[in-house]
């Protein structure tokens, strides 16, 4: 059984900076693909970012180019996600999740396990 485990979310003036982490167990096997997703009052769960299970293939959604960065540590079994020069707007709760395929998938309804999601608010 895959579980994720997030952790690094926080309050943070805009303009600064957070790094999201998730520990994600039982996925060395199954070669999963990794993804965050973020979800803000009434509204839906979007994808951000996505990495293969190599890391070499990553894609972003457009609101967050050149200020978010994913990467992985295989080794550790951990998927981060470094946030610089949050905006208001970035305020969600933020999710990790896995897929069980190695590809990189944008799709949420590709992903088969979520961790419990971490709260990112920034205050203007």
């Known amino acids: 059984q895959v579980q994720l485990v997030e952790s690094g979310g926080g309050l943070v003036q805009a303009g600064g900076s957070l790094r999201l982490s998730c520990a994600a167990s039982g996925c060395t096997f199954r070669r999963c693909a990794m993804g965050w997703f973020r979800q803000a009052p009434g509204k839906e769960r979007d994808f951000v970012a996505g990495?293969?299970?190599?890391?070499?293939?990553?894609r972003y959604a457009d609101s967050v180019k050149g200020r978010f960065t994913i990467s992985k540590d295989n080794a550790k079994n951990t998927v981060y996600l470094q946030m610089n020069s949050l905006k208001p707007e970035d305020t969600a709760v933020y999710y990790c999740a896995a897929a069980a395929r190695p590809l990189l998938t944008t799709m949420v309804e590709n992903y088969d396990y979520w961790g419990q999601g971490t709260q990112v608010t920034v205050s203007s």
């Open positions: 990495i293969s299970w190599s890391g070499g293939s990553t």
